[in-house]
Structure formats: C-alpha cells, structure tokens
C-alpha cells in the first residue's frame, strides 16, 4: 500500500498526525508520496 500526502504546507503538527495514522492502519505503507511543499 501506498500514501500520497498533499497540503501539508510546512505544518508540522499536521505532518506528524498524518504519519502516526499512517503507522495505525492495519495494512503497512510501503511507499509515501509527497505532492507539493
């Protein structure tokens, strides 16, 4: 599985959440993408 992350425009508080629900799905992601930034 794979991620695509967009509109995080520099906030990392943001970033950080997205990638701790990132590490919660069942399924591992094995690939991140991200668009912009």
Do not use: C, F, H, T
């Not at 919660?24 to 991140?32: D, I, T, Y």
């Amino acid at each position: 599985m794979w991620a695509i992350l967009s509109g995080i425009e520099g906030n990392i508080a943001a970033y950080e959440a997205v990638l701790a629900d990132i590490k919660r799905q069942r399924v591992p992601v094995e690939g991140l993408y991200i668009l912009g930034d």
